[in-house]
C-alpha cells in the first residue's frame, strides 16, 4: 500500500514560514479529497487542512492555522502542500498527509516542524 513522503519540515524562530510537501505516488491521488494532519508531542494527531479534488480545490482549514495556512496540490505531481506563516510554538508537531476523511494511505513517516526561539 501507498506510503506518502512528507518533507520541508525543519527548525524555525516564531514569525517565521514553512511550506511543507506530500507526495503520494499511485494513481488514487486525483480522485480524494487530501489533507494535512500534525500530532504534537502528548496529543492526538488532528487535521490541519483539507482541499478538495475537484477544480474548484475547495479548502477548508482547522481554527488552530485559519488565517496562517495555506493548503494547495498539484495532481499532475501527487502532491499536496501547506505553506504556513507566521509561526507559532504550539505548531511544534509531526505533519502528514492523507485523504480525508477516509485515509486510504498508509501513514508516512511525517515531517518534523519546531517552532522555537
Known amino acids: 500500500q501507498v506510503q506518502p513522503v512528507e518533507s520541508g519540515g525543519g527548525l524555525v524562530q516564531p514569525g517565521g514560514s514553512l511550506t511543507l510537501s506530500c507526495v503520494a505516488s499511485?494513481?488514487?491521488?486525483?480522485?480524494?479529497?487530501m489533507a494535512w494532519y500534525r500530532r504534537a508531542p502528548g496529543r492526538q494527531r488532528e487535521m490541519v487542512a483539507t482541499?478538495?479534488?475537484?477544480?474548484?480545490?475547495?479548502?477548508y482549514y482547522g481554527d488552530a492555522v485559519k488565517g496562517r495556512a495555506t493548503i494547495s496540490r498539484d495532481n499532475g505531481l501527487n502532491t499536496v502542500y501547506l505553506q504556513m506563516n507566521s509561526l507559532k510554538p504550539e505548531d511544534t508537531a509531526v505533519y502528514y498527509c492523507?485523504?480525508?476523511?477516509?485515509?486510504?494511505?498508509?501513514w508516512g513517516q511525517g515531517t518534523q516542524v519546531t517552532v522555537s526561539s
Open positions: 499511485g494513481t488514487l491521488f486525483k480522485y480524494y479529497t
Open positions: 492523507n485523504s480525508h476523511p477516509m485515509t486510504i494511505y498508509n
Open positions: 482541499i478538495s479534488r475537484d477544480r474548484e480545490r475547495i479548502t
